[in-house]
């Protein structure tokens, strides 16, 4: 980034937060950060404290809460710009909310979305190889969620601020360093039975149940509320489980895909095959990641089906090849594979495919409300209501 670009983005985050009065000085403020988990550890976190009697506001690639009002998140950032989240703040301050829980990326930090935020918590879940051509690497994508910490850390108008690092990531030790002399809390696992598929979540409901026991919310009304959490629209979504599973997920980096397929595949057992339905952010997007996700699906899955997902400018059918490059890398049968650049109708041709016993499994767009072709045209999508009207017109 430009120097003139860099501080434009700082005095914008700094007007922004003089014209909504400082709201974050106002409220207990939690980030998370991380490569995966974010949106689902923010809404268990959001679970405790409603069932301890709090009332929060929430701002995740979800969608935007403030009290008992909750919206789709449109602006298509995670952590949206242009003032949006200092204004998001200084409504939940009129709405007498205590808390904000916000999702924090390596790309909104890049662009000074953080300052003159007042954390009172950081969560580090997890990093993972993404957004590397947006950062020009995988050091400076770490560098930009350690910066968070440094961020968070040097925070003087909050004294009693605490540092939330999964142990079981490789990079605990340097975001435990970032957080300085501050209090950290380890965490791993966590040992609740929820509702939650997947090894991985577990690692999201431990951090939800440390941030939650730190804020001193009873530990019955943890376990009660983590216990009941119904899960998160587009994470590891069942559209249905009989006669064959069908699963949408916001899967789209080669960790995050491996883990959803693996978590089907042992749901599922032996009885059936994996079908997965997937593509790859375009516009230039991890480019790298491509041919590595074709080489996954190429070991999990029993039928695959290329489609669109996001090409933006890029032209679509390029993406497709360079996903297949890594599916005939590792000699998956041409008869088990096919392109389809209509989304809609790589869906439902899945769908139409599935067997009982095998599990539909369809990634990287999960509960996102819009499909990005070129020339910034945006589509209103829904991977699981497509699937809904497939699966009411396919009869097994």
Known sequence: MSRLLN???WLAAYFSSLANFNPSKRLIVIGVTGTKGKSTTLELINAGLEAAGKKTALVSSVRIKIGDKSEVNKTGNTMPGRGLLQKMMRRAVKEGCEYALLEVTSQGIVQHREEFIDFDAAVF?????EHLEAHGGFENY??????????AAGCKTRKKKAFFVNKEDKYADEFIKAAGKNKIILFGKSGIKTNL??????INVGAAEAVLENFNVGKDVVLKALEEFAGLSGRMEF????PFAVVVDYAHTPDSLQAVYETVSGIIEKRGK?????????????????PEIGKIA???????????EDPFDEDPLKILHEIEDGLKSKAFPKEKYEKILDRSQAIK???SLAKPGDGVVITGKGSEPFLHKSKGVKIPWSDKKIAEEALGTVEH
């Open 142 to 151: 770490k560098q930009a969620k350690l910066s968070f910490f440094r961020y």
């Open 125 to 129: 879940l997890n990093l993972q190889p």
């Open 274 to 290: 994996l079908v997965c339905v997937f593509g790859s952010c375009g516009g230039g997007r991890d480019k790298w990641k491509r």
């Open 239 to 242: 559209v249905s489980r009989e």
């Open 197 to 202: 598929p997947g090894e991985f979540n577990k």
């Open 349 to 351: 041709k899945a769908i």
């Open 298 to 308: 190429a070991r999990h899955c029993g039928y695959v089906i290329l489609t669109d």
């Open 7 to 9: 501080i434009y983005h």
